[in-house]
């Protein structure tokens, strides 16, 4: 049984730390709704969804130099249901209906794709300067050449992360081949190679989410507060992918409001609300590093100072 001094200190614990997260998620949320946090999702859902066939396309067009096409496209579409739940093979068609076209774009198209499949990391940065934007803080430049080569820099890792993956899944598929033919038994992990994609890809939206709050921030963020709000915030978005998922395939009557527009309706729906969460996420970041550099406890509300009573 659990002493009595035992039960009395975890009861405090639990009436006193309750009260502290509960206050410090409201005064996250009216930071987040005070910098126009909707608004700023909206941009970055719509800039990912302007970005998002290109890079794909770019990617399956330098990496299929490398890798099969076919395998590259597979282990694609789980990224893509990873990033539009409902309707990711309506993203895939439009990834291969470019790569047909691809001799038609030429290489005066290229730049093109660039340009677009950066769209989504340039808003993204704006969007985080505001969110991370405190006038306490010292003010921190960063170079021109530094803000233009970083959505290149995002892409050249999601590309060598695509490569990886596609390289492992083709030779796990190869050795399974092998064994198959030689003994007539597969390997034993072999039915196991989608669920392993699939925690493989959230593992990579949880490092994807921890490098952009380390690095697109222009003020200096700690690795630790990253990588923790990384975690919660690819944790969040797994969530709300399989409810979107359920209400998109059994509840949703979008298709009878919006006909013909519905797809493209959920598919912006969806990066809006993943935008939602990243930047709720980098909201409550920002708000434990304004308190760390006040020296303050996390609970504490430093504007209460100054102003008697908060409001959204």
Known sequence: MTSPPLRHRSRHVTLTLLP?????????????????????????????????????????????????????????????????????????????????????IGLLGLP????????????????????????????????????????????????????????????ISGLNALTLALTGHGLPLAGLSEPLLNLTSFVGVFLLFSAIYKVLPVVRIALRRALVGGFVAALLWEGVRLLLVYYFANLSFVNAVYGSLATLIVVLLSLEVGAIILLLGAQVIAELEHNARLGLPWYQDARRRAVPQQDC
């Open 20 to 104: 502290r997260v509960a206050r410090f998620l409201w005064r996250v949320l009216c930071a987040f709704l005070r910098n126009r946090g909707i608004l700023l999702a909206g941009g970055v859902g719509y800039n990912i969804l302007l970005s998002i066939v290109p890079l794909f396309a770019l990617l399956v067009v330098l990496l299929a130099e490398v890798v099969d096409k076919a395998q590259l496209l597979e282990v694609l579409s789980i990224q893509a249901r990873h990033l539009a739940p409902a309707h990711a093979e309506v993203l895939l068609d439009a990834v291969r209906a470019l790569l047909e076209s691809r001799e038609v």
């Open 112 to 171: 093109i794709l660039l340009l677009f499949s950066s769209f989504a990391f340039r808003m993204l940065e704006d969007a985080l300067a505001i969110i991370f934007h405190a006038p306490d803080a010292p003010l921190q430049g960063r170079s021109v050449w530094v803000s233009v080569l970083l959505p290149y820099a995002f892409m050249a890792v999601l590309g060598a992360g695509l490569l990886a993956l596609t390289l492992v899944v083709s030779l």
